[in-house]
């Protein structure tokens, strides 16, 4: 069964919480590269030794929203096909959670860093936006 996709101009909110997305990583960047400056950690050293905690704390915030980037981005775009409005507001619910996330870590108390878990919520709702995507293209749901 073939199905014609059409994306509306709504789609719009989608780009936009993409470009916003861009911003989040070159602060978390600036910020990891100014603890670089702080704590003398040259490149390519990922993590200091002697150990500096709160330089590890802070290069870690930036990593891991760097190792979820790529899965964010795929359900932004394709959810946001079908559901633009929902998409976008689920991805600027995730980027607003990993400022949180990394204010949080860059306190030096790894814990602080669950304040941000609320992005899941985001993450989510796109899976499951991109979920009722691709059984729609599939025809076992009606369109």
């Not at 916003?20 to 003398?40: D, H, I, M, P």
């Not at 790894?110 to 991109?130: H, K, S, W």
Request: aromatic content about 16%; overall charge positive.
């Amino acid at each position: 069964m073939d199905m014609s996709v059409t994306i509306s101009g709504d789609y719009g909110y989608v780009i936009l919480v993409f470009c916003s997305s861009w911003f989040l990583l070159n602060w978390l960047e600036s910020r990891t590269f100014q603890a670089r400056r702080r704590y003398e950690v040259p490149y390519p050293k990922m993590y200091t030794e002697p150990y500096s905690h709160v330089f590890n704390c802070i290069q870690r915030a930036h990593q891991n929203t760097l190792e979820g980037y790529p899965m964010f981005l795929v359900l932004l775009f394709l959810g946001g096909i079908l559901y633009p409005k929902l998409s976008a507001a689920s991805g600027a619910l995730w980027i607003a959670s990993r400022v949180v996330y990394a204010l949080g870590y860059y306190t030096g108390d790894p814990e602080r860093r669950r304040f941000g878990a609320f992005g899941y919520i985001g993450l989510l709702t796109m899976l499951v936006i991109n979920v009722i995507f691709a059984l729609k293209l599939l025809g076992i749901v009606a369109q």
